[in-house]
Protein backbone atom coordinates (compact mmCIF):
# COMPACT_ATOMS: atom_id res chain seq x y z
CA UNK A 1 0.00 0.00 0.00
CA UNK A 2 1.03 3.50 -1.25
CA UNK A 3 0.67 6.25 1.18
CA UNK A 4 -0.10 9.71 0.17
CA UNK A 5 3.14 12.28 0.18
CA UNK A 6 1.45 15.00 2.16
CA UNK A 7 3.51 17.20 3.85
CA UNK A 8 3.82 18.38 7.42
CA UNK A 9 5.99 21.55 7.16
CA UNK A 10 7.23 24.09 9.06
CA UNK A 11 7.05 23.97 13.29
CA UNK A 12 3.63 22.66 13.89
CA UNK A 13 5.34 18.83 13.74
CA UNK A 14 2.77 16.55 15.15
CA UNK A 15 2.55 16.15 18.61
CA UNK A 16 3.26 13.11 20.96
CA UNK A 17 5.93 10.89 21.54
CA UNK A 18 7.59 8.77 19.10
CA UNK A 19 9.82 6.30 20.99
CA UNK A 20 10.66 6.57 25.48
CA UNK A 21 12.65 4.56 27.71
CA UNK A 22 11.46 3.96 31.06
CA UNK A 23 14.45 2.89 33.46
CA UNK A 24 15.91 0.96 30.60
CA UNK A 25 18.81 -1.17 32.24
CA UNK A 26 21.28 -2.59 29.73
CA UNK A 27 23.77 -5.12 31.41
CA UNK A 28 26.48 -6.93 29.31
CA UNK A 29 28.61 -9.78 30.30
CA UNK A 30 28.24 -11.03 33.85
CA UNK A 31 31.00 -11.30 36.86
CA UNK A 32 34.18 -9.87 35.79
CA UNK A 33 33.57 -8.77 32.52
CA UNK A 34 30.36 -7.18 33.76
CA UNK A 35 29.28 -3.89 32.30
CA UNK A 36 26.64 -1.75 32.99
CA UNK A 37 25.93 0.35 29.78
CA UNK A 38 22.50 1.89 30.58
CA UNK A 39 21.87 2.48 33.91
CA UNK A 40 18.35 3.29 34.18
CA UNK A 41 17.89 5.67 31.27
CA UNK A 42 14.39 7.70 31.14
CA UNK A 43 14.27 9.73 28.09
CA UNK A 44 11.40 10.54 25.64
CA UNK A 45 11.62 11.39 21.96
CA UNK A 46 9.34 13.65 20.53
CA UNK A 47 7.54 13.76 17.20
CA UNK A 48 8.65 15.24 14.27
CA UNK A 49 11.38 15.96 16.68
CA UNK A 50 15.38 16.21 15.48
CA UNK A 51 16.89 15.17 19.06
CA UNK A 52 20.75 14.46 19.19
CA UNK A 53 22.10 11.82 21.49
CA UNK A 54 25.60 12.80 23.00
CA UNK A 55 28.17 11.74 25.17
CA UNK A 56 31.83 11.13 25.38
CA UNK A 57 33.07 7.16 23.73
CA UNK A 58 31.52 4.35 26.11
CA UNK A 59 29.03 6.72 27.64
CA UNK A 60 26.04 3.91 25.94
CA UNK A 61 24.73 6.04 23.15
CA UNK A 62 24.66 3.26 20.72
CA UNK A 63 23.33 0.65 23.39
CA UNK A 64 20.58 3.31 23.74
CA UNK A 65 20.13 3.53 20.39
CA UNK A 66 20.18 -0.41 19.44
CA UNK A 67 17.95 -0.91 22.66
CA UNK A 68 15.43 1.39 20.89
CA UNK A 69 15.46 0.44 17.96
CA UNK A 70 14.85 -3.46 18.56
CA UNK A 71 18.31 -4.01 17.78
CA UNK A 72 19.45 -5.48 21.21
CA UNK A 73 17.17 -6.18 24.25
CA UNK A 74 16.84 -4.35 27.40
CA UNK A 75 17.82 -6.11 30.83
CA UNK A 76 15.41 -4.06 32.76
CA UNK A 77 12.85 -1.20 32.01
CA UNK A 78 11.18 -0.62 28.77
CA UNK A 79 11.92 0.57 25.31
CA UNK A 80 8.90 2.19 23.32
CA UNK A 81 8.14 2.84 20.20
CA UNK A 82 4.88 4.77 20.22
CA UNK A 83 2.57 2.43 21.99
CA UNK A 84 4.65 -0.64 21.50
CA UNK A 85 6.45 -2.23 24.24
CA UNK A 86 9.87 -3.81 22.68
CA UNK A 87 10.52 -6.40 25.29
CA UNK A 88 7.32 -7.92 24.58
CA UNK A 89 8.16 -8.80 21.10
CA UNK A 90 9.57 -11.85 19.59
CA UNK A 91 12.26 -12.03 16.94
CA UNK A 92 9.87 -12.25 13.78
CA UNK A 93 7.62 -8.98 15.28
CA UNK A 94 10.60 -7.06 16.20
CA UNK A 95 12.23 -7.78 12.57
CA UNK A 96 8.63 -6.76 11.38
CA UNK A 97 8.75 -3.43 13.65
CA UNK A 98 12.18 -2.75 12.30
CA UNK A 99 11.53 -3.10 9.07
CA UNK A 100 7.66 -1.11 9.06
CA UNK A 101 8.75 1.36 11.36
CA UNK A 102 12.26 2.54 11.87
CA UNK A 103 14.72 3.70 9.20
CA UNK A 104 18.49 3.61 10.13
CA UNK A 105 21.50 4.85 9.04
CA UNK A 106 24.99 4.08 10.64
CA UNK A 107 28.46 5.83 10.12
CA UNK A 108 29.67 2.85 8.01
CA UNK A 109 26.90 3.99 4.89
CA UNK A 110 25.61 -0.58 4.82
CA UNK A 111 24.56 -0.03 1.26
CA UNK A 112 24.27 -3.06 -0.92
CA UNK A 113 27.95 -2.98 -3.51
CA UNK A 114 25.93 -4.80 -6.38
CA UNK A 115 22.89 -2.39 -6.43
CA UNK A 116 22.69 0.93 -7.83
CA UNK A 117 21.92 3.84 -5.92
CA UNK A 118 17.82 3.85 -6.86
CA UNK A 119 17.83 -0.22 -5.82
CA UNK A 120 19.91 0.64 -2.41
CA UNK A 121 16.90 3.20 -1.53
CA UNK A 122 14.05 1.17 -2.13
CA UNK A 123 15.60 -2.48 -1.13
CA UNK A 124 14.09 -2.17 2.31
CA UNK A 125 10.24 -1.14 0.77
CA UNK A 126 11.20 -4.29 -1.50
CA UNK A 127 11.69 -6.85 0.90
CA UNK A 128 8.70 -5.80 3.23
CA UNK A 129 6.65 -6.52 -0.78
CA UNK A 130 5.87 -2.50 -0.55
CA UNK A 131 5.17 -0.31 -3.94
CA UNK A 132 7.16 2.98 -2.74
CA UNK A 133 4.97 5.87 -3.42
CA UNK A 134 6.90 7.55 -6.23
CA UNK A 135 5.61 11.09 -5.70
CA UNK A 136 7.37 10.85 -1.83
CA UNK A 137 10.47 8.79 -3.56
CA UNK A 138 10.49 12.29 -6.10
CA UNK A 139 10.92 14.23 -3.60
CA UNK A 140 13.42 12.35 -1.33
CA UNK A 141 15.61 11.80 -4.15
CA UNK A 142 15.22 15.94 -4.81
CA UNK A 143 15.93 17.18 -1.31
CA UNK A 144 19.13 14.72 -0.99
CA UNK A 145 20.62 15.71 -4.12
CA UNK A 146 20.71 12.36 -6.09
CA UNK A 147 18.57 13.09 -9.02
CA UNK A 148 21.82 12.46 -11.27
CA UNK A 149 22.99 9.13 -9.49
CA UNK A 150 20.54 6.91 -9.73
CA UNK A 151 22.04 4.41 -11.88
CA UNK A 152 25.09 4.89 -9.95
CA UNK A 153 26.68 1.63 -7.86
CA UNK A 154 28.04 2.71 -4.02
CA UNK A 155 31.71 2.30 -5.18
CA UNK A 156 31.01 4.97 -8.47
CA UNK A 157 29.48 7.20 -5.48
CA UNK A 158 31.66 9.62 -2.82
CA UNK A 159 31.56 9.09 0.65
CA UNK A 160 29.16 11.88 1.08
CA UNK A 161 26.82 10.59 -1.84
CA UNK A 162 26.81 7.23 -0.48
CA UNK A 163 25.60 8.67 2.98
CA UNK A 164 22.97 10.22 0.99
CA UNK A 165 21.42 6.82 -0.71
CA UNK A 166 21.51 5.46 2.97
CA UNK A 167 19.51 8.73 4.36
CA UNK A 168 17.17 8.42 1.38
CA UNK A 169 16.70 4.50 1.85
CA UNK A 170 15.81 5.05 5.88
CA UNK A 171 13.14 7.96 4.39
CA UNK A 172 11.44 6.01 1.91
CA UNK A 173 9.30 3.98 3.73
CA UNK A 174 8.26 6.93 6.06
CA UNK A 175 9.38 5.32 9.03
CA UNK A 176 7.46 6.68 12.73
CA UNK A 177 11.12 7.48 13.43
CA UNK A 178 15.44 7.12 12.18
CA UNK A 179 17.76 6.11 14.12
CA UNK A 180 20.95 7.74 13.43
CA UNK A 181 24.46 6.64 14.66
CA UNK A 182 27.37 8.97 14.15
CA UNK A 183 25.98 9.64 10.77
CA UNK A 184 28.63 11.74 9.82
CA UNK A 185 31.72 10.15 11.38
CA UNK A 186 33.30 8.96 8.18
CA UNK A 187 32.77 11.55 5.74
CA UNK A 188 35.00 15.17 5.44
CA UNK A 189 33.44 17.88 7.16
CA UNK A 190 31.47 19.42 3.81
CA UNK A 191 29.62 16.13 2.96
CA UNK A 192 29.07 15.83 6.67
CA UNK A 193 27.10 19.29 6.61
CA UNK A 194 25.07 18.04 3.78
CA UNK A 195 23.76 14.96 5.46
CA UNK A 196 23.41 16.95 8.61
CA UNK A 197 21.16 18.97 6.40
CA UNK A 198 19.06 16.30 4.86
CA UNK A 199 18.11 14.82 8.49
CA UNK A 200 17.57 18.35 9.70
CA UNK A 201 15.40 18.96 6.55
CA UNK A 202 13.30 15.88 6.61
CA UNK A 203 11.90 16.77 10.08
CA UNK A 204 11.16 20.50 9.14
CA UNK A 205 9.82 19.75 5.77
CA UNK A 206 8.94 16.23 5.87
CA UNK A 207 7.91 16.36 9.25
CA UNK A 208 10.15 13.09 10.31
CA UNK A 209 11.09 12.02 13.29
CA UNK A 210 15.21 11.68 13.68
CA UNK A 211 17.18 10.61 16.99
CA UNK A 212 21.27 11.22 16.22
CA UNK A 213 23.50 9.81 17.80
CA UNK A 214 26.87 11.85 17.64
CA UNK A 215 29.64 12.76 20.11
CA UNK A 216 30.17 16.17 17.74
CA UNK A 217 29.08 19.55 19.24
CA UNK A 218 28.59 20.52 15.73
CA UNK A 219 26.19 17.79 14.62
CA UNK A 220 24.32 18.20 18.24
CA UNK A 221 23.44 22.06 17.13
CA UNK A 222 21.23 20.76 14.01
CA UNK A 223 19.24 19.02 16.54
CA UNK A 224 16.41 20.44 18.05
CA UNK A 225 17.05 19.30 21.18
CA UNK A 226 20.34 17.19 22.45
CA UNK A 227 20.35 14.95 25.38
CA UNK A 228 23.31 14.11 27.34
CA UNK A 229 24.59 10.70 28.86
CA UNK A 230 27.26 9.75 30.84
CA UNK A 231 28.64 6.61 32.25
CA UNK A 232 25.17 4.81 30.82
CA UNK A 233 23.16 7.70 33.15
CA UNK A 234 21.11 10.33 31.20
CA UNK A 235 22.62 13.65 32.68
CA UNK A 236 21.54 16.76 31.35
CA UNK A 237 19.78 17.81 28.51
CA UNK A 238 19.51 20.89 25.95
CA UNK A 239 16.99 22.58 23.84
CA UNK A 240 17.73 24.06 20.69
CA UNK A 241 21.59 23.66 20.87
CA UNK A 242 24.75 25.53 19.84
CA UNK A 243 28.06 24.30 19.47
CA UNK A 244 28.68 26.21 21.52
CA UNK A 245 26.11 25.80 24.37
CA UNK A 246 26.72 22.18 23.91
CA UNK A 247 30.35 22.51 24.44
CA UNK A 248 30.11 24.62 27.39
CA UNK A 249 27.86 21.73 28.75
CA UNK A 250 30.40 18.92 27.78
CA UNK A 251 33.42 20.97 29.71
CA UNK A 252 30.89 21.45 32.68
CA UNK A 253 30.46 17.83 32.76
CA UNK A 254 34.23 17.05 32.97
CA UNK A 255 35.34 19.27 35.56
CA UNK A 256 32.11 17.75 37.98
CA UNK A 257 33.29 14.48 37.16
CA UNK A 258 37.23 15.39 37.67
CA UNK A 259 36.08 17.41 40.98
CA UNK A 260 33.83 14.24 42.05
P1 LIG B 1 29.10 4.82 22.87
O1 LIG B 1 28.25 4.53 21.68
O2 LIG B 1 28.63 5.99 23.68
O3 LIG B 1 30.56 4.98 22.51
P2 LIG B 1 28.45 2.10 23.67
O4 LIG B 1 26.98 2.15 23.83
O5 LIG B 1 28.97 1.50 22.41
O6 LIG B 1 29.04 3.58 23.87
O7 LIG B 1 29.09 1.33 24.89
C1 LIG B 1 28.73 1.56 26.25
C2 LIG B 1 29.48 0.58 27.14
O8 LIG B 1 29.00 -0.74 26.91
C3 LIG B 1 30.98 0.53 26.88
O9 LIG B 1 31.63 0.33 28.10
C4 LIG B 1 31.14 -0.65 25.97
O10 LIG B 1 32.41 -1.22 26.10
C5 LIG B 1 30.04 -1.59 26.47
N1 LIG B 1 29.50 -2.47 25.39
C6 LIG B 1 28.86 -2.05 24.29
N2 LIG B 1 28.47 -3.09 23.54
C7 LIG B 1 28.90 -4.21 24.18
C8 LIG B 1 28.84 -5.61 23.91
N3 LIG B 1 28.22 -6.08 22.84
N4 LIG B 1 29.40 -6.46 24.81
C9 LIG B 1 30.01 -5.99 25.92
N5 LIG B 1 30.11 -4.69 26.22
C10 LIG B 1 29.57 -3.80 25.38
MG1 LIG C 1 28.74 4.38 19.63
Known sequence: ??????????????????????ELTKVYGEGETRVVALDSVSVEFGRGRFTAIMGPSGSGKSTLMHCMAGLDAVSAGSARIGDTELSGLDDRRLTRLRRERIGFVFQAFNL???LNALENITLPLDIAGRTPNQEWLDLIVRTVGLSGRLRHRPSQLSGGQQQRVAVARALASRPEIIFADEPTGNLDSRSGAEILGFLRDSVRELGQTVVMVTHDPVAASYADRAVFLADGQLTDELPAPTPETVL??????DTTVRTD
Do not use: E, K, N
Not at 6 to 13: E, I, Q, V, W
Not at 248 to 253: A, G, I, L, Q, S
Open 248 to 253: DRMRHF
Open 112 to 114: MPT
Open 1 to 22: MSQPATLTTGPRAPAGVAARAT
